[in-house]
Every structure is written in structure tokens, then in C-alpha cells.
């Protein structure tokens, strides 16, 4: 039997009964909302507005606000400049009253919405990313949370195995079995003034010089810098790869703690190997496989084959990923069109839900 939820005194269980369903017209896209007039026809219905005995004059609010983003719901979905619903929902009361209609033309991850639904108010979230509004829809739909917890399970169990795969390696303090943490990217540089590679996680922080005479911290050549040399690593100069510089894992095996890292340069010659025999050589494996599952390899922003250079961030030779998948390591899109594939083809009631609720 699939584990029960279990909600702590913390967190909100916000659709208590039976789950509600999200009003006709309910939409997330990257075209604009083909319903969005008329549901906003059938609110000045509902609550007639006339301009010239509009008395709305709330004052500021001013009172500070204590908040936590330690919750369940804040945590479903990361975001850019994410704020708690909880401190929103202060807000929503002070400014609106129920059944008012709240507009978040930059809604990122939906926040607002949430908390003005929360409240009773109805909600507009628009923003120009259809990943914010889809991330916005699912952070706004009821979902029944032991139905969401069973289809979790579900598909945890079944993408299990190759995920597994994907991620084990070993412990270097008793060599049991690993998971692997986050693995560390770092990009090579060369010094101008040794003409050695170096990692920038290597680069030694120093006090420097603007050009225009102002104190700044600098990388310099940890090389160099043994011969007493402050030899500047500009990221601005020519790229070398970036490469696997360290592996935070969990010891599957009892280790206390749980946790622990290795460097591919560490000082100890344990966890140097293991970096190499275990992390370095499944980054290996994975490399010299193709990914047996489908992912998207559009160019970002749908640009056409032709175009060289879109988008804001584009900058010669810096941002220079050109398609979806560039944004990801090999191994981590393999496990997300992995989680895709299984979340599409089982019979989850929402699969919606369950791609969002698993940050895909
Ligand atoms: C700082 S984020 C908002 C975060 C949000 N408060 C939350 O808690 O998740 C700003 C959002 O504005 C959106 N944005 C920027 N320019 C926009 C535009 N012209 N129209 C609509 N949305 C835009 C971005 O895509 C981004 O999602
Ligand atoms: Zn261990
Ligand atoms: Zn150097």
C-alpha cells in the first residue's frame, strides 16, 4: 500500500473536502488566453464597476510582515525571486476584499494568484514565459494529495532503477554503495602568465585593482600565486570546457554523516581516486550512451535554423547554448526525459500535476 500524506500542524491542507475544479476557461499556453475576455465579462457582471463612484482608497500597507518560505507549498516549485503566498496573502486582504479580481501581469511562478485564491478572490496571473504559467497553473490547481502522493509513488517506483543507475557511486569512507549529491562544473581558463589550464574553482580570491583604480576582488592563478605572482583569471578570456570538479554524495551504507564531497584534485588520495575511478567514470559511461528516451531539442526560443544570435542573453561566444537540452548536463536530461516519458504513458489522473510537481 502507497504511504498516507501526512500534513504537519505547519502546513496548510488547503482543499479539505472534496477537491474543487478550476473554473471553465482556465488556461496556460505561450499564446495569449483565448478566454481571458470573457472571464473577465462575466466578473463585471457579477460585480458592475463604474469609474466615476469608485471610492477605493485603501492606505498603504505598512506593517511588517513575519513570514517563512519553509513550507510544503512554497517548496513544490523554485522560482526567480520567489515570494511566500503566506506574505502575499497579507496583502490580498488589505488591499481587496472577497470575490475582487487580482491581476499579476508578472506572475513567474504564480504566487499571487495562489494567495488571492486562498483568500477567496479570483485571480489574472500573466507572464511571458509559458514555463511560468504553466508552473502558475499547477502551483494554483486543487489536486487531491493522496491521489498526487500514489501517482508520485508510482512513478518513483518504476523510473527507480535507471535513475538509480544514473547517480550511484561509491562512499570513500567505507566503500559502500553512493548516491550522487550534485556534481560541480567549473570552467577552464588559461593564465596568460604561465600559460597553464586552470579551473576557475581552482583560482585563488585576492584583493585586485578596477582599471579605473578601485579595490576588487579577483581570481588569480593558484600556479602563479605559489610563486608569489597575481596573475588575474579574466572569465571574459577564452573558454577550455568546463569540467568535473567536485561530487557531493550520500553514503547509502550507514556513514554519519550522511553527507560528505571529494575534489578531483583532493588532497587526500582516497577520495581522489574515488572521484576518479567512480564519479569521473560514470560521467564516462553516460557520455558514450545515447539517451533512450525523447526530450525536446528545439532551439531556444523556437528561433529559426538560420538565426545566429536571439534573445536577450545573447552575447558572442558566452551564452552560446542554442537548444533546450544545452541547458542541462547529459545526465540529469536523461533522468528528466526519463520521469517524462513514464509520467506520459501511466494512467495518473493529472499528469500535468505530477510533471509539475516534479519540476519538469
Ligand atoms: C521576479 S519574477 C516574478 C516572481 C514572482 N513574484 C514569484 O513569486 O514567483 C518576474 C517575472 O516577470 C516576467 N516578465 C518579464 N517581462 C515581462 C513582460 N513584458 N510581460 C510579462 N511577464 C514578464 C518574467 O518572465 C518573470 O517570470
Ligand atoms: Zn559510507
Ligand atoms: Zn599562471
Not at 579551473?199 to 582599471?211: K, R, S, Y
Not at 528545439?298 to 545573447?314: F, I, L
Not at 540529469?332 to 500535468?352: G, K, M, Q, V, Y
Request: some cysteine; charged content about 30%.
Amino acid at each position: 500500500m502507497p504511504k498516507k500524506v501526512s500534513y504537519s500542524a505547519k502546513q496548510e491542507y488547503l482543499f479539505k473536502e472534496k477537491t474543487t475544479a478550476m473554473p471553465e476557461g482556465y488556461y496556460s499556453g505561450d499564446q495569449p488566453n483565448p478566454n481571458l475576455r470573457a472571464f473577465v465579462e462575466q466578473h463585471l457582471l457579477e460585480n458592475p464597476y463604474d469609474p466615476k463612484t469608485d471610492d477605493y482608497d485603501i492606505p498603504a500597507f505598512d506593517r511588517p510582515i513575519d513570514t517563512t518560505k519553509a513550507t510544503a507549498i512554497y517548496n513544490m516549485h523554485t522560482y526567480w525571486s520567489k515570494k511566500p503566498h503566506d506574505a502575499i496573502r497579507q496583502y490580498i486582504k488589505h488591499y481587496t476584499k472577497p470575490g475582487d479580481l487580482v491581476l499579476d501581469p508578472f506572475c513567474g511562478s504564480g504566487g499571487t494568484a495562489l494567495a488571492a485564491l486562498i483568500e477567496g478572490r479570483k485571480a489574472i496571473a500573466i507572464d511571458r514565459s509559458p514555463a511560468a504559467t504553466f508552473i502558475t497553473k499547477n502551483y494554483c490547481t486543487p489536486v487531491d494529495a493522496e491521489e498526487l502522493q500514489e501517482a508520485f509513488e508510482e512513478l518513483k517506483a518504476k523510473v527507480k532503477p535507471e535513475v538509480d543507475w544514473l547517480y550511484e557511486t561509491k562512499c570513500d569512507r567505507c566503500g559502500g554503495k553512493a548516491t550522487t549529491g550534485y556534481t560541480v562544473y567549473s570552467q577552464v581558463f588559461q593564465c596568460p602568465r604561465c600559460l597553464r589550464k586552470v579551473p576557475l574553482f581552482d583560482c585563488i580570491e585576492v584583493e585586485g585593482w578596477t582599471q579605473a583604480g578601485k579595490p576588487k576582488k579577483i581570481k588569480a592563478c593558484p600556479h602563479c600565486y605559489k610563486k608569489d605572482q597575481e596573475e588575474e583569471i579574466k572569465t571574459t578570456g577564452d573558454k577550455f570546457g568546463a569540467i568535473p570538479v567536485l561530487v557531493s554524495y550520500q553514503c547509502e551504507n550507514g556513514c554519519k554523516p550522511k553527507r560528505n564531497e571529494r575534489r578531483y584534485n583532493d588532497p587526500d588520495p582516497v577520495k581522489k581516486d574515488y572521484f576518479e575511478r567512480y564519479d569521473l567514470a560514470k560521467i564516462k559511461e553516460i557520455e558514450g550512451k545515447t539517451i533512450p528516451h525523447w526530450y525536446p531539442t528545439d532551439r531556444m526560443m523556437h528561433a529559426p535554423e538560420d538565426q545566429e544570435c536571439w534573445g536577450v542573453k545573447w552575447r558572442a561566444g558566452t551564452s552560446n547554448f542554442r537548444t533546450v537540452d544545452e541547458l542541462f548536463t547529459k545526465r540529469n536530461l536523461w533522468a528528466l526525459a526519463l520521469i517524462r516519458e513514464f509520467a506520459l504513458s501511466s494512467h495518473f489522473p493529472n499528469t500535468d500535476m505530477l510533471l509539475g510537481s516534479m519540476k519538469i
